[in-house]
């Protein structure tokens, strides 16, 4: 079992950054590939970015390849998400989720395991 919890949302202006942050408890952390999705007001949720067990293989939506940079630090149990050059579209409630195995271009939701709350990223013109 794995608890996810998100932070690092705001408001920001186009063209700017921000570095969402997921905190994971339980056990084995290192044992799950990580993922960002998002989902906007009237949407379905999209994959956003996957990330393997060791960080080393990254795979990344076209809408933010070049902008956007999935890492995580095991010790510290966290995945994080650097967002640059931010666009008016990019505005979702971004969500942090965990699969087992190690697959990282994984875009369906419904194969992933665990979810946290998801926190609100907003980007203004």
């Known amino acids: 079992q794995v608890q996810l919890v998100e932070s690092g949302g705001g408001l920001v202006q186009a063209g700017g950054s921000l570095r969402l942050s997921c905190a994971a408890s339980?056990?084995?952390?290192?044992?799950?590939?990580m993922g960002w999705f998002r989902q906007a007001p009237g949407e379905e949720r999209e994959f956003v970015a996957g990330?393997?067990?060791?960080?080393?293989?990254?795979y990344y939506a076209d809408s933010v390849k070049g902008r956007f940079t999935i890492s995580r630090d095991n010790a510290k149990k966290t995945v994080y998400l650097q967002m640059n050059s931010l666009k008016v579209e990019d505005t979702a409630v971004y969500y942090c989720?965990?699969?087992?195995?190690?697959?990282?271009?994984?875009?369906?939701?419904?194969?992933?395991?665990?979810w946290g709350q998801g926190t609100q990223v907003t980007v203004s013109s």
């Open positions: 339980g056990r084995t952390f290192s044992s799950y590939a």
């Open positions: 990330l393997s067990r060791s960080g080393g293989r990254t």
């Open positions: 989720a965990a699969r087992s195995g190690d697959l990282v271009g994984v875009v369906a939701g419904i194969l992933w395991n665990y």
